[in-house]
């Protein structure tokens, strides 16, 4: 899952973009609303994190061009306390769901959890397929209720294709939601992770659709 932090405030930027990676997401920043704007309109991001009050750009500003230029990523926005005005500017012009400043990060990680779920259509913070379940709260997977050891890039990897359980996923969006904008990407290392995944799981979820993609799916679904 990648998230796109656009804050002007350096130190609440570096808390969230830290809180978040330590919280297993991918996450890319931006310091003002143009940056913001135009990398939310470039990069495929699963949930974005918008403040207002932005240099260059404001954040409804950036949240509407976003939507007319028809992106869909879920978009939390931070709001100054008791702007109540702000709040139902953010929304009319596209946001999902606002948290007040100062905050917790916790709530605001809480949040970004819950906007990944529900535009992956789920209803808990618990992912299952067949044996194996994906707690998105505690970021651990149990398959048979034992819990496997996996390292950040495995559990994103398996995260990504747990909320999007069904479908087939190609490697180029897998990459595309798994580095950040600097990384110097090479589809053909999905492969090798994807390999010892399946490995450590034991279990027969992870299935590769030959010249499409990835899918996570049942046991007895797979092909
Ligand atoms: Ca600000």
Redesign the pocket.
């Known amino acids: 899952m990648r998230i796109l932090v656009v804050?002007?405030?350096p130190d609440?930027n570096r808390q969230l973009v830290s809180a978040l990676a330590d919280a297993g997401y991918v996450v890319d920043k931006a310091m003002d609303g143009e940056e913001g704007c135009y990398l939310g309109e470039t990069e495929p991001y699963d949930a974005v994190v918008l403040?207002?009050?932005?240099?260059v750009l404001d954040?409804v500003s950036v949240l509407e061009k976003w939507r007319r230029a028809g992106k869909k990523m879920p978009v939390l926005i931070?709001t100054a306390r008791d702007r109540w005005s702000d709040k139902v500017a953010g929304f009319d012009a596209g946001a999902d769901d606002y948290v007040a400043k100062p905050f917790h990060m916790e709530e605001v990680l809480a949040r970004v959890r819950a906007l990944l779920r529900r535009s992956a259509g789920h209803a808990t913070s618990e992912l299952t397929c067949g044996p194996m379940v994906l707690d998105t709260k505690s970021a651990r997977v149990t398959v048979n209720g034992t819990a496997i050891k996996l390292t950040s890039l495995e559990f994103r990897l398996l995260a990504y294709l747990m909320h999007h359980g069904g479908k087939v996923v190609s490697r180029t969006e897998l990459v595309e939601h798994l580095y950040d904008q600097d990384f110097d990407r090479d589809s053909n290392t999905i492969e090798v992770f994807v390999g010892r995944l399946r490995k450590k799981l034991g279990v027969d979820v992870l299935h590769t659709i030959r010249g499409m993609g990835y899918c996570v799916s049942e046991p007895d679904n797979a092909n």
């Open positions: 804050e002007d405030d609440l403040d207002l009050g932005l240099p954040g931070l």
